[in-house]
């Protein structure tokens, strides 16, 4: 982020009273203390900006520029851009004037409602448009009446005869105009702004931002070099650190050869922490060398040792319907055990999936500078969570969130791992006990293999089908490690399933685990997908028209796949060796069907995507090139950890290390990818993840049309393709029961 | 330790590190170069992309004591004022997401184009396919490349 001169210092002195007065060259609806985000923060300062939080948001200049405060973290999907767009369309800016820069970091001032009305600064679960839509529309249709009613005033004129057009007023009737830039010569605002309702919001039809094209504002700088990461910080005095952690989760250093390492080249010093050993020199030459020379005897008997990631499947198989663990349900609607019971016809089946690792582009890092007295301390870092850094920090140096200054940083990709702040908390360790700034950084080796990973499930599905084709019961148990992480997705709210049971058994295995792009999404719409497309062949249905049958009392997911089906032009003849599949889902309020088309090598079992085309429902479509942008990257997520993506854990060790050996999708195995939005006036929803779902079933459903044989264990991978083509029993022999 | 001098971007720079260190952590951490960037540190996922010589290498993996004498260019020395058609086009098609691989994904396009001004879709994909993204831009970096070379 560029340091914005201006607004440094200053305004912090504000009181509220200043706001009554007539502003002078710069108009404020902000208390702005240091530059947002970038120099500094204060207690004092806070305290401040909640007196006139409604106005915190957008800072006027008498130049015509229009700063607007950025409130989400940056990691790709572009809501530092969007989220200003709100505002600047209620207020009708001119888009040429605005300037962005990140908000301070104030959840009370700067967040956006969460559950229970509590405010939140975490950039998670697609959240950033749907959660600030309605709250920055009204910010910035406050901010135009008040520049309505103070030129008002001053031309003496009624308030409903002006009118705006891009950073002006006009009053029609006698032709003037004034800029917003001049208007700040006379402008007053009131220590609160006025009440907006919602009749006195724009008409969606009437946007010119929201819904056009408008450029991503990081993305020049992301083309030469010159957008700051975490990464690329460089603070005086500054030292390099790489922390050596336990190859099984969790377990602590015992000892280590403290005094030979302490004597090589370049390093400062090492420290001792809970899960590992810290190496802290003077380049990361020294610390990469330094670290290859320690001996670490790390503690026995953690959870996670022993651990076994192909044999834990298998013990996964025998939990469900045991008295092993105790199933816990996460919804439930009619009866579905015993309509299961009598149903004209039963099928069951199990999915499979293993743990699956974030593999963002920028392996995590922090630097950290905790002062001399240990008592507050300097952040830089990207984060999905900018309050959870400062207050975990401050927790860790016990002290007050206060004493942190966070500056924020573009995150090179965060995808729920950055929502974790684990990583700035061990640099905060580290600058405290060498008293000097320290830069940690994960090596690609330590970013995979001390990850928070997807966790590796089993689910077991059955669903009872009535004489007339239809599915009348529905029982789905996730079976593995990670609570909610388990069942996110596992409910289906569109389909007309009358007797649904959907449970977990919940098991402990010692590993980290995390959100991962789309969280149990992934793993069980592919499952649910799946499924459903098995029996629908089983019944001799067309998919898509089974599909349409479970969707007749939600037209809008309806809509969602007819219109990918029409894309598609779901049914028409296909040339020999290929097939397709289609899938529904719904994530973070948007709902999105896909359809997959691939062929299979048959000597080495590889799938090849050819095509895909998804429809979607976001409600209102804020940023649609964005949009477009963050569909396309959620399939090739999606369709990278469907064909590549499985961690092996082995001895409680992750046996993968770094990109050679676990794959991620590459630009020869791109699928072409066609992506509609459904036109729609209905809020916004999240659309970061909502690609992401809908690419297992497509392509195990493609895969079947295929071949007449059903992919049930993600990753679909050649060697695992190759032996399931190479099985000669009929594997539906198991499904229907 | 040793000193060397190495011309990145036309400057020549003194430096005295050990001559194994990769020439990474040279343009990075002592000249300040950072939009070349540490991704896997064994050269498989190219976010450390500059040209040697004219050639897209990893930096991650090359020793900073093999290449005196030599050439190197990094995505700030690609063009005078960020107006090379491969990193107008990136604006333009509105490649990057996170952005962290697209200084490695522009250097290792640029050196395509400039042996081979006009490649087809496939010749792009096997030119470009050891440069990973994680966000998927992949289809808009083709757009980008095709468009820098018929725009170029």
Redesign the interface.
């Known amino acids: 982020m560029k340091t914005n001169e201006q607004i440094q210092g200053g305004s912090l002195r504000h009181t509220r009273r200043d706001f009554l007065k007539r502003a002078g060259s710069g108009l404020s609806f902000a208390v702005v203390f240091g530059s947002a985000g970038v120099k500094v923060f204060s207690a004092q300062g806070s305290s401040r900006v909640r007196e006139t939080a409604l106005g915190a948001w957008v800072r006027l200049n008498s130049d015509g520029s229009i700063l607007i405060y950025n409130p989400a973290a940056e990691m790709g999907q572009g809501s530092m851009t969007a989220l200003p767009v709100i505002i600047a369309e209620e207020m009708d800016a001119d888009w040429s004037d605005v300037r962005i820069e990140y908000s301070p970091i104030e959840p009370s001032i700067y967040g956006s409602q969460g559950r229970g009305g509590r405010r939140s600064m975490r950039t998670t679960g697609s959240r950033a448009v749907r959660g600030y839509f309605t709250d920055l529309r009204k910010v910035g249709a406050q901010i135009r009446r008040v520049l309505l009613e103070s030129v008002a005033r001053e031309w003496n004129v009624p308030v409903s005869k002006l009118t705006t057009e891009p950073s002006t007023v006009v009053h029609a009737a006698s032709g003037r105009r004034i800029s917003y830039g001049e208007i700040t010569a006379f402008a007053q605002v009131p220590s609160q702004l006025p009440e907006i309702d919602d009749s006195q919001l724009k008409s969606p039809r009437d946007f010119r931002l929201i819904g056009h094209f408008v450029p991503r504002f990081d993305i020049p700088d992301k083309t030469n070099g010159a957008a700051q990461f975490a990464m690329d910080v460089q603070v005086p005095g500054m030292l390099y650190a790489l922390i050596s952690r336990s190859p099984v989760h969790t377990a602590r250093p015992v000892s280590y050869n403290e005094s030979e390492i302490g004597a090589m080249a370049g390093i400062t010093t090492t420290v001792r922490l809970e899960h590992g050993v810290g190496v802290i020199g003077s380049s990361m030459e020294a610390v990469i060398k330094a670290r290859g020379n320690l001996k670490v005897e790390w503690s026995k008997g953690t959870e996670a040792e022993g651990f076994d990631s192909k044999a834990a499947l298998l013990e996964y198989a025998q939990i469900p319907g045991s008295d092993r663990v105790q199933a816990r349900t996460v919804s439930e609607q009619g009866d579905a055990p015993t309509t299961l019971q009598h149903a004209a016809q039963r099928y069951e089946a199990d999915f499979l999936s293993e743990h699956v690792y974030h593999a963002q582009m920028e392996p995590l890092n922090a630097v950290v500078s905790v002062n001399e007295a240990g008592d507050g301390a300097e952040i830089w870092a990207g984060t999905q969570s900018s309050w959870g850094v400062r207050t975990e920090a401050a927790k860790t140096l016990k002290v007050g969130p206060e004493r942190i200054k966070f500056h924020p940083c573009y995150l090179g990709g965060g995808f729920g791992r950055r929502s974790n702040s684990d990583y700035v908390v061990e640099a905060v360790y580290l600058s405290k006990a060498v008293k000097r700034p320290v830069k940690l950084i994960w090596t690609r080796e330590d970013d995979l293999q001390y990850g928070r990973f997807r966790p590796m499930n089993l689910q077991r599905m059955s669903a009872g089908v009535d004489e007339q084709g239809n599915i009348t019961a529905w029982t789905h148990c996730v079976v593995g490690d990670g609570d909610s992480l388990l069942t996110s997705g596992a409910e289906i709210p569109f389909y007309d399933i009358p007797n649904q049971k959907i449970e977990r058994c919940t098991v402990s295995t010692g590993i980290r685990l995390k959100h991962w792009r789309a969280v149990g999404h992934g793993f069980n719409k592919f499952a649910i997908e799946a499924f459903i497309d098995e029996i629908a062949a089983d019944q001799s249905i067309d998919p898509y028209q089974f599909r349409r049958t479970l969707l007749r009392k939600a037209p809008r997911a309806l809509k969602v796949l007819d219109t990918v089906a029409q894309m598609a032009a779901w049914g028409k003849e296909l040339p020999e060796g290929r097939a397709r599949g289609i899938a529904f889902s719904e994530r973070s309020g948007s709902l999105a069907a896909g359809v997959a088309e691939i062929s299979v090598d048959d000597a080495s079992g590889k799938i090849r995507v050819h095509r895909f085309w998804s429809a979607v429902d976001g409600g209102i479509i804020v940023q649609p090139d964005n949009a477009r942008a963050q569909i396309e990257g959620g399939i090739v997520t999606g369709l990278s950890s469907v064909l590549f993506e499985s961690l092996t854990l082995k001895d409680g060790k992750v046996q993968e290390s770094n990109y050679h050996d676990y794959s991620i999708l590459r630009m020869s195995d791109m699928p072409e990818i066609e992506v509609k939005f459904i036109e729609s006036y209905e809020p916004p929803s999240g659309l970061g993840e909502a690609g992401v779902p809908i690419t297992g079933g497509a392509v195990a459903n493609a895969f079947a049309a295929l071949t007449g044989k059903r992919l049930r264990h993600l990753p679909f991978s050649p060697e695992r393709v190759r032996a399931l083509l190479d099985e000669h029993k009929i594997q539906n022999q198991k499904f229907q029961i | 330790m040793a000193r060397f001098t190495i011309k990145v971007n036309g400057r020549n720079y003194p430096i005295n ?2 001559p194994d ?2 020439l990474l ?1 040279v343009l ?2 002592l000249i ?11 050269g ?2 190219g ?1 450390c992309t500059i040209h040697l010589n004219g050639n897209a290498v990893r930096s991650c993996v090359l020793q900073v004591g093999k290449i005196q004498g030599r050439s190197v260019t ?3 020395g ?1 063009s005078p004022d ?1 107006s090379h058609p491969l ?1 107008k086009a ?2 333009q098609e ?10 490695g994904q ?1 250097m290792q396009a640029a050196t395509l184009l400039e042996r081979n001004p006009a490649p087809t879709r496939d010749e792009i ?2 030119h ?15 757009r980008a490349i095709e468009r820098a070379s018929k725009e170029g």
Do not use: A, H
């Not at chain 2, 300040?32 to 064994?42: A, M, N, S």
């Not at chain 2, 509105?94 to 200084?103: A, D, F, K, L, M």
């Open positions: 590190v050990s260190t990769p952590w990075r951490d300040g170069l950072t939009g070349t960037k540490f991704g896997c540190g064994i498989q996922c976010s990094t995505i700030e690609l960020q990193q990136w604006i509105q490649v990057p997401q996170c952005g962290y691989c697209q200084s522009i994909i096997r470009m396919d050891g440069n990973l993204c994680r966000c998927g831009t992949y289809e808009r970096i083709l």
